[in-house]
């Protein structure tokens, strides 16, 4: 079962801490190749979260609230979900919650006793294991030894590398699972000999089940009593005061290697595409995860001419810097321009073969990690502003590669500076890590203001890359991720809600457009998603046919605001061209066709990619200006997915229609009915779903 979502379910009952932990370490081993959502009851029970999910994980926290949220229809959902070839992982409560049977903390005032819906382990999961357990605090928790059996992982030999079977891991409050050999259920890791009955405390259990694996069907459900998500740096000291626990971060830090490297083989286990960068030996580091740090912002003239245009956008960000600094590295002036949402420190390049545009100590100073540290059982960490640092650049102070090593910031320019544009992409800003290129400008309005028509924003990794509605967007490199800035006025026959389209259309022409590329299976999907024809390999994680499918490569967010008659809007876009995951991409696509047809069409660098599109934007754009789009609706449908597709209209009783095109003025979607064919229907883009594969379009919730 394919599916690019890690849905983390978020919802009463949910650990706030515990919730944040498991973030950060999903997002540290999926992240590359997947989006980590957090999903709320509400959401699973009345969106199609089914199609596009590949693992739901289910946290620790109270399962008695679960049960309040989740019985009966949600829980019907998951089940069979699973059982076609799902994916669930259940820590502590979510481990209890996906037993037969839950038995916590029985004879006290914490008893929690009963049958469970989802029955994923066919027995009980019995708890504490371990006594002191406190809700409010980290009272009962300890740094077990637990014992892993590596014969029970579908993984290979190689990627325990010299790990020892017994290593250290964070448990407060899971349970143990009662007769975990059930012929569906292997036990991955068992807890010390030290466990206790909670029935009885007088009595030892002998290494009981503490990660069991469980076969639902065609799918697969890990249920762990231990928090394997928790690393040593995420725990504050104050918190572990007792003799059984005051040695915890200590213990956990000598084995967090081999902790990283249990999640990943679980993970791995459950056929999921894990980042090796993960895995790799840091138990000598300052901090056991890389919590990924924001880069420089560098701004350079691109396509701007003349020395007056580029002089005054230079001495406009100079000049709003005005506020001086904390920060103090030798003879640099810290000058600061304090935005909406960031303090942006404004730094000036100079010139010179081969030198630095940024003092790293400067840099390390300024651009900390957003989320470091510990954070106790009661701490919240206060809200803070972001800080940015903002590089000016001429042409001859651009940062070479050594600065920007997965992005050449001067041959992009030399490839913008080639094609017959002016406009789009006049400025070019370029950072190798940001939150958001959209973020950014929508967040800080001085800024945005400041920047010229046609500014695009480009970054090679983004940390909270945005889709629409709640949609994520993964970031891996090779995949060029920007956001344009365009002022379009109010006009008529030029309408605003048409540049979607046209920037859809415009990504897609700039490749085709290219001698030799016109026939490369690049499409459109209304409203304005890149797809590509694509051949799965054969690939477990996959159950459905081998044959050439259409995927999406690529998507479009447009932002706009309106004030004295001009239009602001923010192109925020996304598109594979060089990353073969986490579906395919552009290059893979021409490779694909040169092996097809014999062909050597060359592969598109990012950089080059960015200038044929702004080119192409620019030279769609003027004829939008004058003509309206109702000219280029003959281009557009020659490279969309729904020539006389028929769909079925879900919240008009599943009624079936065929598409007869898109109206050029306000860009819905226009459907005739089957079964009254002088009915015709119109779509709004931002108001419907449209899933092209099952030929489904439905109202958004």
């Not at 942006?344 to 073969?353: M, N, Q, Y």
């Not at 003092?359 to 106790?376: A, C, H, R």
Request: glycine content about 8%.
């Amino acid at each position: 079962m394919a599916g690019l979502n890690v849905l983390v379910y978020s919802g009463p009952g949910v650990s706030l801490n515990g919730h944040a932990y498991l973030l950060r370490t999903l997002r540290q081993f999926l992240g590359h190749r997947y989006a980590i959502i957090t999903i709320s009851p509400e959401t699973l029970r009345t969106e199609p979260w089914e199609s596009k999910a590949a693992m739901l994980v289910i946290p620790g926290g109270r399962d008695l609230p679960y049960m309040a949220e989740m019985n009966g229809e949600i829980n019907q959902r998951i089940k069979a979900w699973v059982s076609k070839g799902g994916r669930y992982m259940g820590i502590c409560a979510g481990g209890y919650y996906a037993s037969s049977r839950c038995e916590f903390e029985p004879g006290t005032d914490k008893e929690v006793i009963g049958d469970r819906e989802l029955a994923f382990y066919p027995g009980t999961c019995l708890g504490c294991a371990y006594p002191e357990f406190n809700y409010k605090s980290e009272e009962g928790a300890r740094a077990v030894e637990a014992t892993v059996d590596r014969s029970k992982f579908c993984v290979p030999e190689s990627l325990w590398r010299s790990d020892p079977k017994a290593i250290r891991l964070h448990y407060n409050g899971g349970g143990f699972f009662v007769g975990a050999e059930d012929t569906n259920t292997k036990v991955l890791v068992r807890y010390p000999s030290d466990v206790t009955n909670p029935y009885d405390r007088s009595q030892q259990v002998n290494n009981p089940a503490a990660i069991v694996s469980c076969t639902v069907g065609k799918g697969i459900a890990v249920l762990s009593g231990l928090h394997i998500e928790y690393a040593w740096d995420f725990l504050a000291p104050s918190s572990y005061s007792k003799p059984y626990n005051r040695n915890l971060i200590p213990l956990m830090r000598n084995h967090d290697a081999f902790r990283r490297r249990l999640f990943g083989a679980i993970l791995t286990h459950m056929k999921l595409a894990v980042d090796p960068n993960a895995l790799d030996d840091q138990t000598d580091t300052a901090h056991s995860m890389r919590v990924p740090k924001v880069t420089p912002t560098f701004l350079a003239p691109a396509r701007a001419s003349g020395v007056s245009a580029v002089a005054s956008t230079m001495y406009a960000f100079n000049k709003l810097a005005t506020t001086q600094g904390s920060c103090s590295v030798g003879n640099i002036a810290d000058r600061v321009f304090q935005d909406v949402a960031d303090d942006i420190h404004v730094v000036t390049a100079v010139a010179g073969v081969g030198k630095r545009r940024v003092d790293p100590e400067y840099q390390k100073l300024v651009l900390q990690p957003d989320d470091i540290g510990p954070v106790s059982a009661t701490e919240v960490k206060p809200d803070s502003r972001k800080h940015s640092m903002l590089v000016l650049c001429t042409s001859e102070a651009l940062p070479d590669t050594n600065e920007t090593p997965r992005f050449d910031m001067r041959a992009a320019i030399k490839y913008m500076q080639a094609m017959k544009a002016h406009t789009a992409g006049s400025w070019l800003m370029y950072s190798d890590t940001t939150r958001s290129t959209q973020t950014f400008f929508e967040k800080n309005p001085g800024l945005l203001a400041q920047l010229p028509d046609g500014t695009v924003n480009v970054a090679t990794i983004q940390l909270a890359g945005r889709g629409r509605g709640r949609n994520a967007w993964i970031s891996p490199v090779g995949c060029l991720q920007f956001t344009m800035l365009i002022r379009h006025p109010n006009m008529k026959q030029a309408p605003v809600v048409m540049m979607q389209y046209l920037m859809s259309l415009a990504i897609v022409e700039s490749v085709k457009a290219q001698p030799g590329y016109e026939n490369l299976p690049l499409r459109l999907k209304w409203p304005n998603d890149l797809y590509a024809l694509h051949k799965p390999v054969e690939d477990s994680d996959d159950d459905s046919s081998s044959d050439p499918t259409y995927v999406k490569i690529g998507g479009i967010l447009v932002n706009s605001s309106y004030k004295s008659g001009e239009f602001t809007l923010l192109f925020g876009c996304g598109i594979n061209v060089a990353n073969a995951l986490p579906t395919t991409s552009i290059n893979s696509v021409i490779r694909d066709y040169n092996n097809a047809n014999g062909t050597r069409l060359e592969t598109i660098p990012v950089e080059r990619a960015l200038a044929l599109i702004t080119a192409k934007f620019e030279e769609l754009y003027r004829q939008f200006l004058t003509f309206g789009f109702k000219p280029l609706l003959d281009a557009y449908y020659r490279n969309w997915l729904h020539t006389d597709q028929e769909v079925v209209l879900t919240d008009r009783s599943y009624e079936k229609a065929r598409v007869i095109g898109i109206n050029a003025l306000d860009g819905q979607l226009q459907v005739r009915s089957l079964s009254s064919p002088a009915t015709v229907y119109s779509l709004q883009p931002d108001g419907n779903s449209f899933d092209m594969l099952r030929g489904l379009i439905s109202r958004k919730v």
